[in-house]
């Protein structure tokens, strides 16, 4: 008999709301967290927005050592945790060390102090040849992606399977798809799970310029990120972090724990087509939300909401709509679907792990977050996007999914633990 | 779990694209052999730098093996990925119609630790002297950690599972571990494995801030772990690719199953806290030995992390004892990689490699540059040692604190 | 560099920006062939209007980077071209 896994605990840093209750409050108010950058002066980037997280780490508990030691992303990672840990009312001090896994995902990882230093050695990309002696003193932390997983289970004294993944735009879904898999699987009884991204900075911004994936509506960033809109013209970028505890259902239950939701699916598949295009069939991503369905054992009608990948870009949102469809039949015409990077931006590796976050919390208010922004209708964008404002729904079971850059197709499940729903 | 799972994960197919090798029979008759190929670091911008030796590949020539379109948009180690890749697959005989056939039943996993660093810092350079215009449009798919996942799927056509792992140098374990679980749950081949090129002027700078990194001028004593002489570790650029096949598919094409990934385990106990990795190694060996239903005593031959820090290798030393008991101090132990360097997530790759083929030839690898072991091992060093290993222990452990362990058996054998 | 993208030069960034050489004489004849025929993504477009943009120092019309074949592409950018001059 196969182990089942529960969300028993959940931590936020995103934009526009620190910890659970400010993220929750921005989704079901349908605010937007997007704005002018104000990390650095982009003056000469064609995207000058994004969604920035206004975050003193010092305020949220780190000490000066963590913060002179971590990169922001992994700052986020700590601080979400903390909260996680504390939600999920764990007391790891009784839990077997070894049982403890960490699975966290990002991107880009320490891109933005790579980034920083590499101007110190290289005299502002002046020499090939770069200077050591300039370097900062942590700058191998920020070189090692695994620095992320290391530094949370270092901190919470996490001796399981301890792993960093890194698959793009996807990696949050699957940081938390391979925790599951690890729990269901025998390997942890605990996982930490989540990602998070902090790739505000001037390399990252234009890479995705030069392929003019992120929007330039520079001048009413408040309203930038479109998804599904007939009007979007890119993403907006963003920044933050998530982590959920995950826990096998019977060691959460003998504990008294409370119970979000459960993780009962999912898969992912490549689409071997192109590493920043995607088809308009979406037939990959139509094969991870089936591989998901199987394995929660679930048939497509009984989906009740869709967290979309919904970047806001033409091709993502078409191809998304099309897998949905194909999947969903007739029954995606009832079934709403939105996304939440209209209010909190694209943090890359990040946003697949704080989508699920918003659809445990969906589950929990029975509520489905809007997708904001939403004004004009696109032909071949013909679902219910849920626009601008929340809806209360019942809700059982609810899919998360997304595409990353290398043709990554991901799908998770979260359903009500049927102890709770009866 | 201690019965065999119905979906056993054989590897059918090695590619290899190493300092001492660019293809798998030139990597495994230069480890047979024991030839060092560590050497000064000799790479435009890295001169004036300290670390002097390196594990660097010098033959590999990426036009002859991958075509220019994926070359410009990809780094150097997404080139030997896609090289790599190719030569497994070859070895497979998986062919692309074979693979056409069924896409979505092949997946690919890479671990990957130090990213395209080449390729960003040229971009970096045209960001900052330049401008933001002079960003070209590869540079978000050429820097990032899942480049060569999404390039082999892309260019070999495979749509099924495709995974990155980002973790330090035990991730290369976990890549195969994860690729085996996938066979389990039903894909039939993946394409696993890792490559790294970490030798970029920038990534050097970034690595010199590792203690354990070496930075001996004298390419002999550079990398000497075990030994009261043990300075740190050499780095190193290429990997391997395996492929990983699930047993039934592979028979039923007619493929040998070259070697089976019978257990893995992976454990932390934090970065550079490498006294207690030897409860974390110790734990991981018996995980991996638990899910391979082994007896320590069927371990025939152990390739070792081999970090070259004191306190790490006597912790190494110790793990091996504590999970293997007195047939620890028994069995071979050997490091191959002191000839060509320890190339971060690849490294426990290039050992899982040279463990089949060691298997395969019944020879164990000598541990080159090492000579006078302080700690209670039987090293095989000088030379290769006339074996018949049926059952191989590969570990590893990395810089940010994971311990791993992986059990592979020969394949022939255990045909049933 | 003249005042006027060339078949030539085309030839040249295409292999430089995307990896694909096709030598100028057969370009000419195949002008009207698709980019994706040729072995051009929409990166490898975007790849050749920013390389044209930053030589020129003048922005090419949006469209260009979705141009069908090259002699769509060299129509509209050398238009854009003469519009700058």
Known sequence: MSRRV????????????????????????????????????????????????????????????????????????????????????LDLALENPWRVGVSLGTAVGGTTRLEHDYVLVSSHGQRWDVDHREAGPHLQRAFAPSTLASTVAERFEARGPVQTVSTGCTSGLD????????????????????????????????????????????????????????????????????????????????????????????????????????????????????????????????????????????????????????????????TPMSSIKSMVGHSLGAIGAIEVAACALALTHQVVPPTANYETPDPECDLDYVPRVARERRLSSVLSVGSGFGGFQSAVILNLPREKTE | MSEPHPRRAAVTGIGVVAPNGTSTETFWKSTREGISVLDRVAREGCEHLPLRVAGQIRDFDPPSAIEERYLVQTDRFTHFAMAAADLALDDAGLDRPATDAAPFSVGVVTAAGSGGGEFGQRELQQLWSKGSRFVGPYQSIAWFYAASTGQISIRRGFKGPCGVIASDEAGGLDALAHAARAVRRGTDVMVAGATEAPLAPYSVVCQLGYGELSTVEDPERAYRPFTAAACGFVPAEGGAMLVVEAEAAARERGAPVRAVLAGHAATFTGASRWEQSREGLAEAIRGALREAGCAPEEIDVVFADALGVPEADRAEALAIADALGTHGTRVPVTAPKTAIGRGYGAAPVLDAAAAVLAMEHGVIPPTPNVFDICHDLDLVTTRARAAEPRTALVLSRGLMGSNSALVLRLGAGDAS | MSDRITVEELSELMKKAAGVTVAPE????????????????????????????????????PDAEKSKSPRQFLELTNSALLAGA
């Open chain 1, 6 to 89: 529960a969300v028993t605990g959940i931590g936020i840093v995103a934009p526009g709301g620190i910890g659970v209750p400010a993220f929750w409050d921005l989704l079901a108010s349908g605010r937007t967290a997007t704005r002018g950058i104000t990390f650095f002066d982009p003056a000469g980037l064609r995207s000058r927005i994004a969604a920035e997280c206004d975050f003193d780490p010092a305020a949220h508990g780190l000490d000066a050592e963590q913060i002179a030691r971590c990169d922001r992303y992994i700052q986020f990672a700590l601080v979400a945790g903390e909260e996680a840990i504390r939600d999920s009312g």
């Open chain 1, 175 to 334: 940081a938390v798809g391979y925790a599951f898999h690890t729990i269901e699987e025998g390997r942890a009884d605990v996982c930490i799970a989540g990602a998070s991204d902090s790739p505000i900075s001037p390399i990252t911004m234009a890479c995705f310029d030069a392929i003019k994936a992120t929007s330039p509506n520079n001048d009413d960033p408040a309203h930038a990120s479109r998804p599904f809109d007939a009007d979007r013209n890119g993403f907006v970028m963003g920044e933050g972090g998530a982590v959920l505890v995950l826990e096998e259902l019977d060691h959460a239950l003998a504990r008294g724990a409370q119970v979000y939701c459960e993780i009962s699916g999912y898969a992912t598949f490549g689409n071997a087509y192109h590493m920043t295009g995607l088809t308009t069939e979406g037939l990959e991503m139509a094969r991870a939300i089936e591989g998901a369905l199987d394995q929660a054992r679930l048939d497509a009608t009984a989906i009740d909401y869709v967290n979309a990948h919904g970047s806001g870009t033409q091709q993502n949102d078409r191809h998304e709509t099309a897998a949905v469809k194909r999947v969903l039949g007739a029954h995606a015409y009832d």
């Open chain 3, 26 to 61: 057969e370009l000419k004849q195949r002008c009207d062939s698709g980019f994706d025929a040729l072995g051009i993504d929409s990166l490898g477009l975007l790849g050749i209007v920013g390389e044209l943009e930053n030589r020129y120092g003048t922005p090419m019309p």
